[in-house]
């Protein structure tokens, strides 16, 4: 019988127990938050779901064997790379994962679209900070890059990780198909574009269709 992989986030801690440790403190931040009113029809519950996921998904890329081979040489004989990058291939498997989530949510499919994309973008820069999506669609020019990443981290999840995810095993194919397919990776390119750059540099409107999706992106964002 072959020995458990042990899987790191840093130095000596284990990636499981980052993950599962990040999801734990979302909770309790969201035990000390007053929601009065829904955002984007979603309720606090939902919200806590959505962060639980975020949690969970946000350092999966460095489940890949580029990124162990780089932790566990203490980052010292190994040089980055984008293979040992992992924001980006984590973030499009939150994606897929919060597609699962919201399918039979009754909320407009609209903002069904949104909140993806805010959910991709937040993990995609949870290193550095909020910009707008635009900025951040590079997935056409890393495709190999990420059905490989994508190839590893399959091959070295065991089932503690199938167990302690949502969605884990959908989102996985359902990210396959993604890199798989032209047509999708165009739609994805052509996602609500969120203009962050443009709220903040003016007046907030008062519209709350402008506002919620920004709000939302910072309420997300600040709990991971």
Do not use: C, W
């Amino acid at each position: 019988m072959s020995k458990k992989r042990i899987l790191l986030s840093h130095p000596n801690k284990e990636l499981i127990e980052h993950l599962k440790n990040t999801k734990k403190i979302t909770a309790t931040l969201y035990s000390n938050i007053f929601l009065k009113n829904k955002i984007m029809e979603l309720s606090k519950t939902d919200l806590e779901d959505i962060s639980g996921i975020i949690a969970s998904y946000h350092d999966l890329g460095k489940a890949t064997s580029y990124f162990q081979e780089y932790i566990s040489n203490n980052q010292k004989n190994i040089q980055k790379s984008e293979y040992t990058n992992h924001s980006l291939i984590s973030s499009l498997l939150a994606y897929s994962a919060i597609n699962e989530y919201l399918k039979d949510k009754n909320i407009l499919e609209e903002f069904k679209e949104i909140i993806k994309y805010i959910v991709f973008l937040v993990i995609r820069k949870h290193h550095s900070f909020l910009d707008n999506l635009e900025n951040n669609l590079t997935i056409q020019r890393n495709i190999e890059i990420l059905n490989r990443q994508l190839e590893s981290i399959e091959k070295n999840l065991d089932k503690e990780y199938f167990n302690e995810i949502p969605h884990l095993r959908d989102s996985i194919q359902n990210t396959k198909i993604l890199l798989s397919n032209k047509e999708k990776i165009e739609i994805f390119k052509k996602a609500y574009l969120l203009d962050f750059s443009k709220l903040t540099n003016k007046k907030l409107q008062t519209e709350i269709d402008e506002i919620q999706p920004y709000l939302l992106s910072l309420l997300l964002f600040s709990i991971l």
